[in-house]
């Protein structure tokens, strides 16, 4: 194979190399939003979890109200039996139980007040977490901002490395970019890769794999044969060439 094809083989390769590197830039900017994206939406469950704690809260002095009333209604109801006994045994009998009755509705409503303490202090919560949303929200919009322009000028960068890309592959037979193209999609753009020789005049090998190579497949790089088509590494399949 001519070495002006190895060459503008190279030079297209340079050229796929910086058009994933820009591709990959593009893709870092989308995931640095997602990420702060995914933050939030963890703040927001955050917040629905205080939420819930604070309805629990709610709950249980709502349950405690209906046992004051229901005691209360007992102390009228035992009130109005006393009116009507005339034992006197009776009558303290359920002197008795209107006492345990107001004894209970004092341990319930001082229960109550700690639990309008809690409904308060998970209130403060909620809102605290509310407004550091709120700033976080606001950041993500900025950060959005920030990576639509960053995003926008790679665009630019990548348009024009494609153009460049394109007037490199012109240059080339379709079946050699289309064999190029193949190798580099599987090996994530490293399709080509230099014959070297190992310290102190080893073998030779491929410099993508370090898998070795024959003597003859340096010979013929080197201009001492012409070989009608390009020269593959056996291991790793990557075209072959050498360093100038």
């Known amino acids: 194979m001519d070495q002006t094809v190895l060459g503008t083989l190279r030079e297209l390769q340079e050229a796929d190399q910086r ?6 830039r593009k893709a870092s900017h989308d995931r640095a939003v997602k ?21 629990e809260a709610r709950r249980a002095a709502d349950q405690k109200e209906l046992e004051v009333r229901s005691k209360r209604d007992d102390i009228k ?18 002197q008795n139980e209107i006492k345990f009755a107001e004894l209970a509705i004092t341990k319930i409503e001082d229960d109550m007040l700690g639990d ?7 209130q403060n919560r909620v809102q605290a977490a509310k407004d550091e949303l709120a700033g976080h929200e606001r950041d993500l919009e900025e950060l959005r901002r920030q990576i639509e322009e960053k ?38 753009g490293e399709a080509l890769a230099p014959v070297l020789r190992e310290e102190g005049g080893g073998d ?9 190579v024959t003597q003859n497949t340096y010979v013929v790089l080197a201009g001492g044969g012409s070989p009608a088509n390009l020269i593959i590494c056996p291991n790793c399949s990557r075209i072959l060439y050498l360093e100038n």
């Open 116 to 122: 309008y303490t809690e409904i308060e202090e998970a």
């Open 77 to 94: 109801r035992l009130q109005q039996q006393q009116m009507q006994v005339k034992d006197n045994r009776q009558f303290q009998a359920l």
């Open 204 to 212: 030779f090998v491929c410099g993508g794999c370090h898998m070795t």
């Open 35 to 55: 990420v702060r994206a995914s933050q939030n939406e963890q703040h927001k469950q955050r917040i629905e979890h205080l939420h819930q704690q604070e309805l």
């Open 19 to 24: 058009l994933r590197a820009l591709e990959q």
């Open 151 to 188: 995003k926008a000028e790679v665009d630019q960068e990548i348009e024009t490395f494609r153009r460049q890309r394109e007037a490199i592959a012109s240059q080339l037979p379709r079946k050699v970019v289309a064999q190029f193209q193949r190798i580099a999609d599987r090996l994530d």
